[in-house]
Each structure stands twice: as C-alpha cells, then as structure tokens.
C-alpha cells in the first residue's frame, strides 16, 4: 500500500485511511533515538553555525560594544558599561517613539527587536549555559567540565556581571568582601567560612556547592557533555551568592516555544523577598531550593528527572539549612544612601538627587521599587504586547510575558543584563524601555539622570 505525505506530518494511507501526526505532548521523550557518539557529532558538528547565527541576531539587536561609562565601576574595579545598546528602527528616534501611543507603534512595527523577549541561543534544543569565565574557573578547581559541546554562551564578557563577585553577610558586615576576590567552590568553603557561619548555614552552603544531576549535565545518552557528568550546582549560576548571568529556558510553560528565557538573578537580599522566581511565584526562599532540584533543573519534567537521577532534598534538614545561607546573602555597599534607603543629601551630587526626585515622581519608578530595597514584592503585567504583533524569532514566539515579580533594585549595576531574560544590556536601555511601556515621556536629560541615581543603589 502506498504512504504519501500530506501537510502536517499526517500520512494518507490509500484512499482508505488517514493516521496523524503524534498530538502535542507536555512530557520529553524519555527513550533516546540515536546513540551518544551519534548525538555528539552530530551536535557538535552544527554547533559553530548556531554561534554565527547567534552573534548575527545579538548584532541585529544590540550595540554590543565595549564602552564603559567613565568613572563608574562595579565593587571589585569591573568597568559598568554605559548608552543605550537596543537598536532602533530605521528613520526614528527615542524622542519620537516616545511619543506615540502602542497601537501606532504596534501598527508601524516600531517596536525595537531589543525589546522583545530574548531567545535562547538555541531555543527548540534550550537548556543551561554558563560563561566561559565560570567553566573555565571550575574546571581549574573541581575538575568538572561544564562546556556544552552543542553551544557555547552568546553574550560577550563586558556586559556581564563582576566574577568573582563579592559576598557580603547581613550577619557579618564587619567583614566586607569575604570572598576576598575567590569564586566560592566545594573545594574552599570550608576554608573561607568555617568560623564565620553556624553549623547549619555551613552544611547548607556545602549542598549549594554540591554538583547533582541536571537535563544537559548528567551520565546518561542525552547529556550535553562530551564526557558523563557530575552535574551542577546551585552556584553554578548564582556564582558567589549573586549572578554570573547564566541562561537557560523557565520550565513553566509548553509548547517550546512559549517557554521563556531566564538571566540568573541575584540572590543578595532574599530575605527580604516574598516571592521567588521570575513567574512562578513561590512563597518562600525553601520552596525554590526545592523545586529547582525536583523539576527546574529537568525542564519542568519529573519524569525525565527520575531518569537523569533527580536529587530529592530533605524538607526539614537540607532544603532549610540551604535557605539558611542564602538568607544571610546581603546587598552590596551604598554609601550615598541613607537608613531609609533613599539619598543623603550631603553625600549625592545634584544628578543623582534630581534622578531620585524622578524615581518616586514623574518616572513611576517607585510604583513598584519601593524603598528600603527597592521592590514591593508583587508581581505586575507590563502588558509589552499592546506594543508588538505576535511572531516567532529564532525558534521563540515573541508575545507578552505575562506576570514578572519585582526584583529589588538595591545594587542594581552589580548585576547586568536586566530584565527576567537578560534582554536589556545596560541601566540606560532599562530606562528606555519603561519610559516607553510606562508611556513617561521622559527626556534625554532626565533619563540620564534617572541612571545616575540608579547607579547609587
């Protein structure tokens, strides 16, 4: 009997039947279809045509130039990177997309691509990625090898975070910078905090440093690594407590493509946070320690998980000594402020005051950063999709995003990129892109004033 093909992956068998395609599924495929070798060249062998295609799409967004903003640098001496790096459509400016309203932008199609959600590197294959700076520091002390041979990490050193980043303690601040400039690893925390932390935050920072099993890095056919894998570690991206700015895919929503891309927040100031998660909304620092080893780190799937060697965590004992840790994880230094958190006028110059006048004023800023850390610990629609016409780029459905949590701002220029996926490069393209969601009308003048108080946080 002859099979032809016909629209959709559906089969015409004859004139006598007709079997579809497989439905859509939630669940990944648990049995391999190809051997390990198979994979790995097969992968490897696409992966410097993925990276070109990357760094074209980055280049068709983004100025990624290193151009560092005089005399502003992060806690360790890292240079902050400074201008507006979202690229605009062709024959407008700030001033005039500023002012029109969504529907003409929608309508025009003069939404900058910069705003849109960011995809993965590879957005139907996903998964973690870390910079080359934090592998190439791991494989030196652990000897644990967590380059990917099917991709490679796509935005450049320059615009990302401080590594090491320090780490200050709520309950040290006598100490400073107790990293004292090292990348925290299970190799040397004992070492640096034996001492420093009580039994119970000392054996919750040794779980945070414990590599266990993840979707791309695990002992299985389907791993991501040339060689079986011990794993990752919590630490892998939130290297030292904050950020390296690792990316990978949230596991919330399905199909691939609705799936969104994560920049590793900063745990600094969890303590003060009611919710965790960009879009999940967890309740509490121990029920995102626990789901990130049950289901996020296996995309969301307990079943994949079962077979990839998920690490279950013990509620009472080892996820709580974990959030013990990480609830002593303080903000940086501000000198420029004051106990309340807002500006002592004897330490900021005139920039940074009119710029604090525009936060809890004409900016809106403080609608939703309110002070002492600058967040209200709500989540909030932006609603971007008034601005945009639903459509797919780089494997990625480019909609609204839905309900964000609000991170603090305490810190702020310690942890770039911004947003929940890393789509906005410096606090300058930040202000851009809330003067236009917001519809502010700032200008050029009080936009760089509202960076320059932004950067005192």
Same mark, same amino acid.
């Given at each position: 009997?002859?099979?032809?093909?016909?629209?959709?992956?559906?089969?015409?068998?004859?004139?006598?039947?007709?079997?579809?395609?497989?439905?859509?599924?939630?669940?990944?495929?648990?049995?391999?279809?190809?051997?390990?070798?198979?994979?790995?060249?097969?992968?490897?062998?696409?992966?410097?045509?993925?990276?070109?295609?990357?760094?074209?799409?980055?280049?068709?967004?983004?100025?990624?130039?290193?151009?560092?903003?005089?005399?502003?640098?992060?806690?360790?001496?890292?240079?902050?990177?400074?201008?507006?790096?979202?690229?605009?459509?062709?024959?407008?400016?700030?001033?005039?997309?500023?002012?029109?309203?969504?529907?003409?932008?929608?309508?025009?199609?003069?939404?900058?691509?910069?705003?849109?959600?960011?995809?993965?590197?590879?957005?139907?294959?996903?998964?973690?990625?870390?910079?080359?700076?934090?592998?190439?520091?791991?494989?030196?002390?652990?000897?644990?090898?967590?380059?990917?041979?099917?991709?490679?990490?796509?935005?450049?050193?320059?615009?990302?975070?401080?590594?090491?980043?320090?780490?200050?303690?709520?309950?040290?601040?006598?100490?400073?910078?107790?990293?004292?400039?090292?990348?925290?690893?299970?190799?040397?925390?004992?070492?640096?905090?034996?001492?420093?932390?009580?039994?119970?935050?000392?054996?919750?920072?040794?779980?945070?440093?414990?590599?266990?099993?993840?979707?791309?890095? @695990?002992?299985? &056919?389907? %791993?991501?690594?040339?060689?079986?894998?011990?794993?990752?570690? =919590?630490?892998? #991206? +939130?290297?030292?407590?904050?950020?390296?700015?690792?990316?990978?895919?949230?596991?919330?929503?399905?199909?691939?493509?609705?799936?969104?891309?994560?920049?590793?927040?900063?745990?600094?100031?969890?303590?003060?946070?009611?919710?965790?998660?960009?879009?999940?909304?967890?309740?509490?620092?121990?029920?995102?320690?626990?789901?990130?080893?049950?289901?996020?780190?296996?995309?969301?799937?307990?079943?994949?998980?079962?077979?990839?060697?998920?690490?279950?965590?013990?509620?009472?004992?080892?996820?709580?000594?974990?959030?013990?840790?990480?609830?002593?994880?303080?903000?940086?230094?501000?000198?420029?402020?004051?106990?309340?958190?807002?500006?002592?006028?004897?330490?900021? @110059?005139?920039? &940074?005051? %009119?710029?604090?006048?525009?936060?809890?004023?004409?900016?809106? =800023?403080?609608? #939703? +950063?309110?002070?002492?850390?600058?967040?209200?610990?709500?989540?909030?629609?932006?609603?971007?999709?008034?601005?945009?016409?639903?459509?797919?780029?780089?494997?990625?459905?480019?909609?609204?995003?839905?309900?964000?949590?609000?991170?603090?701002?305490?810190?702020?220029?310690?942890?770039?990129?911004?947003?929940?996926?890393?789509?906005?490069?410096?606090?300058?393209?930040?202000?851009?892109?809330?003067?236009?969601?917001?519809?502010?009308?700032?200008?050029?003048?009080?936009?760089?004033?509202?960076?320059?108080?932004?950067?005192?946080?």
């Amino acid at each position: 009997m002859q099979i032809l093909r016909i629209a959709a992956g559906a089969v015409l068998c004859g004139a006598t039947c007709l079997i579809s395609a497989a439905p859509p599924t939630s669940y990944m495929p648990v049995v391999a279809k190809e051997d390990f070798q198979t994979t790995f060249e097969r992968m490897k062998a696409a992966r410097a045509g993925l990276m070109r295609e990357q760094a074209a799409f980055l280049e068709s967004r983004y100025d990624l130039a290193n151009r560092p903003a005089n005399g502003v640098a992060m806690f360790r001496g890292k240079p902050v990177q400074e201008g507006v790096r979202v690229k605009l459509p062709r024959g407008t400016s700030w001033d005039k997309l500023g002012a029109m309203n969504p529907d003409e932008i929608r309508e025009k199609g003069l939404y900058p691509q910069g705003f849109l959600p960011l995809p993965h590197p590879n957005h139907p294959e996903g998964g973690m990625l870390f910079p080359q700076f934090h592998i190439d520091e791991i494989k030196k002390q652990e000897q644990r090898d967590l380059n990917r041979f099917d991709l490679a990490f796509d935005f450049p050193d320059h615009l990302l975070p401080e590594f090491p980043a320090p780490i200050f303690l709520t309950t040290r601040p006598d100490l400073g910078d107790v990293s004292k400039g090292k990348l925290l690893t299970i190799d040397n925390f004992h070492q640096m905090f034996n001492g420093i932390l009580n039994p119970k935050q000392l054996e919750g920072l040794r779980l945070l440093l414990t590599p266990f099993p993840q979707q791309q890095f @695990n002992q299985t &056919e389907d %791993r991501r690594s040339e060689r079986p894998s011990r794993g990752v570690t =919590c630490f892998d #991206c +939130h290297a030292n407590g904050h950020t390296n700015a690792s990316t990978h895919l949230a596991g919330d929503a399905r199909p691939q493509e609705f799936r969104h891309r994560i920049d590793t927040p900063s745990l600094r100031g969890v303590n003060l946070q009611r919710l965790f998660g960009s879009q999940r909304a967890l309740k509490s620092v121990e029920d995102f320690t626990e789901f990130e080893q049950r289901a996020a780190y296996f995309d969301g799937d307990p079943v994949i998980a079962t077979k990839k060697g998920v690490n279950v965590l013990e509620r009472g004992s080892q996820v709580h000594f974990m959030g013990e840790f990480q609830n002593i994880l303080d903000f940086p230094p501000a000198p420029k402020l004051g106990v309340t958190g807002k500006l002592d006028p004897r330490k900021a @110059n005139e920039q &940074e005051l %009119r710029g604090q006048a525009l936060f809890f004023g004409k900016a809106q =800023c403080a609608t #939703c +950063h309110t002070p002492p850390h600058y967040s209200d610990n709500m989540m909030h629609n932006l609603r971007t999709e008034r601005f945009f016409k639903p459509h797919q780029a780089k494997g990625a459905m480019m909609v609204g995003d839905g309900p964000i949590k609000t991170f603090p701002l305490r810190g702020i220029k310690e942890s770039p990129p911004y947003l929940h996926d890393g789509r906005l490069l410096t606090l300058e393209d930040t202000v851009e892109f809330f003067n236009l969601i917001l519809e502010t009308r700032l200008s050029a003048t009080e936009k760089a004033e509202l960076v320059a108080f932004l950067r005192t946080l």
